[in-house]
């Protein structure tokens, strides 16, 4: 019988594991998380990015919280643990607004800016996007189920659906 390991993955985190292993990432609120996996190895990981962008934080910064830095790394880890590049596969969730500001000049729309940013970290990278299940205005947990390369999504008080 094989053991499960249940990995998790913190915010601004990355974590890779094999099959049957799971990953879960909680708090999804604006943030993404982003699963890459590659059916045929088992190989695949979870990233929670909080934000799209690095370029604007001169100072000692942490790589897996930012989108353009975040993707490149896991996939980087990915094919360290011998995945061949061409076949990651991704599953995005997240990027929900969960600020309703009266003034809507203060909304930055921080959860479509991190959306946005890794769908086009994704694009560059040449992985293609198989799902996601973004935006709304409620938090979530994400699972990547490496035994079968599904997906899990949790919204509060309903059930897990599958992308």
């Known amino acids: 019988m094989e ?6 993955v913190g915010i601004s985190d990355l974590r890779t594991g094999n099959r049957p292993d799971l990953l879960t990432t909680i708090g999804l609120g604006s943030c993404v998380g982003i699963a890459l996996f590659d059916p045929d190895s088992g190989l695949g990981g979870l990233s929670h990015i909080m934000l799209p962008d690095s370029s604007a934080f001169s100072r000692e910064i942490k790589a897996p919280k930012f989108a353009d830095l975040a993707v ?3 996939v980087d880890e990915l094919v360290k643990s011998g995945v061949r590049r061409g076949r990651l596969r991704a599953k995005i969730a997240g990027g929900a607004s969960m600020f309703n500001y009266k003034d809507k000049t203060l909304n930055m ?8 940013a890794v769908r086009r970290v994704l694009e560059r990278l040449d992985v293609p996007l198989l799902a996601a299940h973004v935006g709304g205005t409620t938090g979530r947990t994400m699972t990547l189920y490496l035994d079968n390369m599904t997906v899990g999504v949790k919204l509060a008080g309903q059930p897990e659906i599958f992308i």
Not at 109 to 116: D, P, S, T, Y
């Open 72 to 74: 490149p790394m896991l």
């Open 109 to 116: 729309n921080i959860g479509e800016r991190n959306v946005e």
């Open 3 to 8: 053991t499960i390991n249940r990995i998790k």
